[in-house]
């Protein structure tokens, strides 16, 4: 009998019941997992494992003895080693490797890093280091940390939602990975862009971690490089387009309500421009969606400039406004900024539009250009000559504020500067594009060829600059002050559309946090240590635009919102297991 038990057990291994060491490659078998009632499982858990911090009682009831070191330490020591060994990386890349490899062991220490290490972190995490990851994203996979929808999905999206084990989600960052930053089209590997933007939600705006879903839509990618890329983790097929595109943009937005219901976020993120237009103009009205780069950026950028008054002086109806760059970003800021002034002064918007000028590739935005320009930049095209260059175009426009939004790098030179602190004594220069290298001029540039008197904003950090004994510190005007609050009021006021007027009451919400203090050292934005005092205050001025509008379902409405949006948020400290 014991010979004839033998005999049916296949070799390969000590107790190999399932024949899996034998087995030939091409030989199926089924991937068994068994639970064992030990804490093996629970370190290897991200959301639940505390590492050396479980205490001698945990280590009891979740059998954790002998697979920790005996010693038992605090969430605090563990940080204070951490960021020691993260700042011993020279590279932000290594460093963002290292961050992202502590989300995937110990989820809340990760996130209990980025709060409280948010100025030094978040060009680690997010914007410029994500772009360098995002390019490199194929080399650095190692596990998938949210879903990608290929067009081998199409007709099955809503299965594909169902795969991923978190059934409550509030937040979904979606991208398709064709304009990535100032990068261009990434593909697929522009993933690295949802999963820090939801970081960011729950570090800055305190959306809990199991509540988000990143998602990169796939469709191919015109990106030679990456087609020829061995690693590229995408499809190796040039982008669909037209119908095709637009018809499983329709499927997954469907099945997404479907699947999630009508109060599910859904961000758009780094979309090209005829995209993202469209998408939102097409779904703005059937589902709860937000696009940062159109929305977010605007509504931050309104801010600084609502901030910025009290340096400039007068209000905001009284300046003019000359952008360089007219795609999502810079229509977006500037009918944003025409909203504002048409609310504050009770003027059509189609007049206010009349004092903010844009500037592309062609030179200036007119009136006789009509009938070569895009849907989204027709509202721009004042009557005025043609003006070929953004320099004469200054000249000509006179501008108080220059806001760029180009994506190309080095675009105000030493002359566009120059005329602009020429016209004005304390000229508006908001040098926007992503990352660093792409800005259209340092602080340094601002502070030296304005002679020091430039209020100055950038998208990426630029650090404090001295210039005649004076220490400036440069404002960024980053999508992070915004969006991560603005989605939690969202979230938290159970609102099912997004309104303009709630992008408004998230600027000002913003520009009310600047403090005397800052305004002393030149600043329009406050300081991120502060960001998630910033965003409790952010969610509930657009809760409240959101219960005023009657687009509000969570009822009744809190009485002192501020106090409901702190009770709300996630905090990554440990809890104690029983």
């Not at 932000?92 to 290490?117: C, G, S, T």
Request: charged share 25%.
């Amino acid at each position: 009998m014991e010979s004839t038990l033998k005999e049916q057990i296949p070799a390969g291994g000590v107790e190999d019941v399932y024949g899996e060491d034998c087995a030939t490659e091409d030989q199926c078998i089924t991937p068994w997992t068994i639970a064992v009632s030990s804490g093996y499982n629970l370190l290897r858990d991200p959301r639940y494992n505390k590492g050396l911090a479980f205490t001698e009682r945990e280590r009891d009831a979740h059998y954790l003895r002998g697979l920790l070191p005996p010693v038992v330490s605090t969430q605090e020591l563990q940080e204070k080693k951490l960021m020691q060994s993260i700042r011993q990386y020279d590279l932000p890349l290594h460093k963002y490797v290292a961050m992202m490899e502590l989300e995937e062991r110990n989820e809340r220490l990760f996130y209990k890093l980025l709060i409280d290490n948010v100025e030094e972190l978040l060009p680690i995490v997010y914007t410029p280091t994500v772009g360098e990851a995002c390019q490199k994203y194929g080399s650095l996979f190692k596990r998938p940390q949210g879903l990608y929808i290929s067009l081998k999905e199409k007709g099955r999206i809503l299965e594909v939602l169902k795969n991923w084990p978190e059934r409550s989600i509030q937040v979904i960052v979606v991208t398709d990975g064709e304009r990535i930053l100032g990068l261009g089209d990434l593909g697929c590997q522009g993933m690295g862009i949802p999963v820090g933007k939801l970081a960011l939600y729950t570090a800055l705006g305190g959306v809990r971690p199991s509540a988000c879903l990143p998602i990169t839509i796939d469709v191919g990618t015109n990106n030679e490089k990456l087609l020829n890329d061995e690693f590229y983790i995408g499809l190796r097929q040039n982008r669909a387009t037209g119908q095709e595109y637009y018809d499983f943009l329709h499927e997954f937005m469907s099945a997404v309500k479907q699947n999630y219901g009508e109060k599910i976020l859904i961000q758009f993120e780094d979309f090209a421009n005829h995209n993202a237009f469209e998408l939102l103009a097409k779904y703005r009205t059937t589902h709860l969606v937000f696009n940062d780069d159109i929305q977010g950026t605007a509504s931050v950028v309104l801010a600084g400039l609502i901030a910025s008054l009290k340096l400039l002086g007068g209000a905001l109806c009284d300046h003019t406004f000359l952008f360089l760059g007219a795609g999502e970003a810079g229509t977006g800021i500037a009918e944003l900024i025409a909203l504002e002034i048409s609310k504050k002064t009770n003027t059509p918007v189609e007049e206010t539009r009349r004092k903010i000028w844009l500037v592309d590739s062609k030179g200036l935005i007119v009136s006789g250009r009509k009938g070569t320009l895009q849907a989204f930049k027709k509202p721009w095209a004042h009557e005025h000559e043609p003006v070929n260059n953004l320099l004469d175009a200054v000249k000509a426009v006179k501008p108080s504020v220059l806001i760029g939004t180009s994506g190309v790098g080095r675009t105000f030179t030493k002359e566009v500067v120059e005329a602009m602190a020429s016209m004005n004594e304390r000229p508006l220069i908001m040098a926007l594009s992503n990352p660093t290298s792409q800005a259209e001029c340092t602080a340094e540039e601002a502070y030296t060829w304005s002679e020091g008197r430039a209020v100055f904003a950038s998208g990426s950090p630029f650090p404090s600059f001295e210039y005649n004994e004076k220490l400036y510190f440069p404002g960024q005007a980053n999508n992070c002050y915004i969006f991560p609050g603005f989605g939690f009021g969202l979230v938290m006021s159970g609102t099912i559309r997004v309104h303009d007027d709630m992008l408004l009451a998230a600027s000002e919400a913003l520009a009310a946090q600047v403090t005397d203090e800052h305004y002393a050292k030149g600043m329009i934005y406050p300081p991120f240590a502060d960001i998630r005092k910033i965003s409790a205050h952010i969610a509930a001025r657009v809760a409240a635009k959101a219960y005023e509008l009657g687009v509000a379902t969570r009822l009744p409405r809190p009485a002192d919102l501020v106090k409901y949006a702190e009770s709300c948020m996630y905090t990554p400290n440990y809890r104690s297991y029983r």
